[in-house]
């Protein structure tokens, strides 16, 4: 990204139906529900 020297992007696909994409979705949701966590511990301590 020229805008941001160092940082890169990383893109992760898998097959449709297949276990990787099974992978793929439960990390996300780790992901999601991680980052849900951190907003909701922010807002409690503003």
Do not use: N
């Amino acid at each position: 990204m020229a805008a941001e020297p160092g940082l890169t992007l990383t893109i992760y696909t898998a097959e449709p139906d297949s276990p990787s994409e099974d992978a793929l979705r439960l990390l996300a949701s780790w992901a999601a529900s991680q980052e849900a966590d951190t907003t909701t511990r922010k807002l409690s301590t503003e």
